[in-house]
């Protein structure tokens, strides 16, 4: 079974613009959730998204959003970027919903670097 | 304040030897705790969990963690250590009242042969 699946691997941007990450989660996987991982601040979780709902949010700013379609993969926008944006972004599936009872799995990540 | 602190950034054994990664956590009640491992270049992979009972708590890898209620730790020990193993392991805590994952900062394994 394919793993979860980030695209793009690594991506350019400048201050000011906006940016959308993809992930595909592994079939059958109805939960995805996504995470920012930087030097200063550490894994941080953005958000969760089941059945095409937002089910938790972290604590980021407006600017960070994301969505999911009927097929559960996602999408993370990220407008305005920031130089502090620069950071790997994870996307994370799991079965269901309920990041406790349903075991993570992770992509590689996207490589965002804001310049 | 809530938290959950690995006291080690870095941490350098050499291979055979026993390993113990430290994980501290702040909730005024026990909170969901995992463990996992990030390879270089790799996404998270789940190492091993507790929820409720038996405080010593098997996970995949040969990795063994203990809770200790008394000293709000979840320690994460592997008996004798492979070169395989170097990597970042990250302690999470989920509270109770929120089913949101927050991640200690990380501790980097060293592995000499």
């Known amino acids: 079974k394919a793993g979860v699946t980030q695209t793009p691997r690594y991506l350019i941007k400048t201050r000011g613009q906006q940016v959308t990450l993809s992930c595909s989660p592994i079939s059958g996987h109805r939960s995805v959730s996504w995470y920012q991982q930087t030097p200063g601040q550490g894994l941080q979780f953005l958000f969760e998204?089941?059945?095409?709902?937002?089910?938790n949010k972290g604590n980021f700013p407006g600017r960070f959003s994301g969505r999911q379609f009927s097929n559960s993969r996602s999408e993370m926008n990220v407008s305005t970027l920031e130089l502090g944006d620069s950071a790997l972004y994870l996307c994370?599936?799991?079965?269901?919903?309920?990041?406790?009872?349903?075991?993570?799995?992770f992509g590689p990540g996207t490589r965002l670097t804001v310049l | 304040a809530q938290s959950v602190t690995q006291p080690d950034i870095h941490i350098t054994v050499s291979e055979g030897a026993s390993l113990e990664l430290r994980c501290n956590y702040s909730?005024?009640?026990?909170?969901?705790l995992f463990w996992y491992v990030q390879s270089p270049g790799q996404g998270l992979q789940l190492l091993l969990k507790y929820f409720s009972g038996d405080t010593l708590v098997q996970g995949i890898k040969g990795f063994e963690a203990e809770f200790k209620r008394s000293q709000s730790s979840f320690n994460l020990r592997k008996p004798s250590v492979h070169w395989s193993d170097a990597a970042e392991y990250f302690c999470a805590v989920v509270p109770k009242f929120s089913y949101i994952p927050t991640f200690g900062r990380g501790t980097s394994l060293i592995v000499h042969p």
């Open positions: 994370a599936s799991s079965l269901e919903t309920s990041l406790v009872y349903n075991e993570q799995f």
């Open positions: 909730y005024g009640a026990t909170p969901y």
């Open positions: 998204y089941f059945s095409e709902t937002q089910r």
